[in-house]
């Protein structure tokens, strides 16, 4: 079945809410959440055009902290150069280290590239991160967070922000925790109510939340779980104090619930099609560094499109699932041109 979005970002003012709940208010902001390999600048390119104005603010894949002379890791702040990410969403840059004096340098290299505001990834439950104690990993100890901000908030140039879960395989320190979080002067602490053993798994611990959102003194930031109006009211409702929520599935699977959030309703016509074609063509543009693809020899055409279906094919997996439809249709596609005509089919 088609589906076409109407969508029109009507601007808000402290008289006017868009939900008949009436709670969503001038101050609430969607925040997009880092996803390794989804949520990159071609992604963020895309979704500016498609949905303006309907998230205000994302956190970036990762930057891994490594060893030495930071010149030779130039590549990796790719992804946050601002003259790249001009026309996109507004971003705040996220390393993940558990060192910190390299965790410092980066933050500091970031801070000249002109970023107030650096975010510390202590929530990822990869266990290719966790193992190298990073990550989620490093909440196994709370006098190691304690050690990390002491360095890291001491009289530096820049704001730091956390992710964070509510620990690694059990939440017995969490009031430890948000003691050392207090003794800070952080920028936000976003929390995913959930340990890292559990992944993604089971339902989010509002309980575990609810600690957090009662004993912590800085600017906290809901993330998990909101895939849909219904869930996006039912947070709002328990912490009605909570004005800053964060979304990343859902929003790449259900592009269109940010503007349903925050706007509700109506203006220029948007398809999934047109977002997915969007990304597409960013996704060569800006990840694999090509603007004239016809120009390449064959060979390597057909290797860029292969790459470029491959990527894609992760993004349709995540609208099938939103939409409640079959992803074999998509995954069965061999050739990109097939891929974006079953999307185009199915979308338009």
């Known amino acids: 079945m088609s589906e076409r979005i109407v969508f029109i970002p009507q601007k808000k003012d402290e008289k006017t809410f868009v939900f008949d709940t009436a709670l969503f208010c001038p101050q609430d902001r969607l925040w997009l959440a880092p996803m390794q390999g989804l949520t990159e600048l071609f992604f963020r390119k895309a979704f500016a055009e498609c949905f303006p104005d309907c998230i205000d603010c994302a956190v970036t894949p990762f930057i891994s902290v490594t060893h030495g002379d930071i010149s030779k890791s130039i590549r990796k702040f790719r992804d946050a150069e601002p003259a790249r990410n001009i026309g996109s969403?507004?971003?705040?840059?996220?390393?993940?280290?558990?060192?910190?004096?390299?965790?410092?340098?980066?933050?500091?290299?970031?801070?000249?590239?002109?970023?107030?505001?650096?975010?510390l990834n202590l929530a990822c439950p990869s266990s290719t991160v966790t193992k190298r104690n990073r990550g989620a990993a490093i909440?196994?100890?709370y006098r190691k967070v304690d050690m990390l901000l002491k360095r890291l908030t001491d009289r530096h140039p820049f704001s730091l922000s956390l992710k964070m879960r509510l620990g690694f395989d059990s939440k017995k320190d969490l009031d430890n925790l948000v003691a050392v979080l207090n003794?800070?002067?952080?920028?936000?602490?976003?929390v995913h109510p959930r340990l890292a053993t559990q992944m993604y798994d089971g339902e989010v611990d509002l309980e575990g939340f609810d600690f957090v959102y009662k004993h912590l003194h800085h600017r906290l930031i809901y993330n998990g779980d909101i895939v849909s109006e219904n869930s996006f009211i039912t947070i709002k409702e328990r912490f009605p104090q909570i004005h800053d929520f964060m979304i990343g599935r859902a929003f790449i699977g259900n592009p269109l619930l940010a503007a349903r959030l925050k706007y509700?309703?109506?203006?220029?016509?948007?398809?999934?099609?047109?977002?997915?074609?969007?990304?597409?063509?960013?996704?060569?543009?800006?990840?694999?560094?090509?603007?004239?693809i016809e120009l390449l020899p064959f060979e390597m055409q057909e290797k860029i499109n292969l790459a470029t279906m491959n990527k894609m094919k992760e993004f349709c997996k995540y609208f099938a699932f939103y939409r409640h439809l079959y992803d074999k249709t998509f995954t069965r596609a061999k050739t990109l041109t097939e891929l974006s005509s079953i999307v185009f089919q199915t979308f338009q």
């Not at 705040?92 to 970031?110: D, F, M, R, S």
């Open 264 to 292: 509700g309703e109506i203006s220029h016509p948007v398809s999934l099609y047109d977002f997915y074609d969007k990304l597409q063509k960013y996704y060569v543009l800006y990840s694999l560094g090509i603007e004239h």
């Open 139 to 141: 909440l196994k100890d």
């Open 183 to 190: 003794n800070y002067p952080l920028h936000s602490v976003i």
């Open 89 to 119: 969403l507004r971003i705040i840059p996220q390393l993940l280290g558990e060192e910190t004096e390299n965790v410092l340098k980066y933050a500091l290299h970031l801070n000249q590239m002109g970023y107030g505001i650096v975010n």
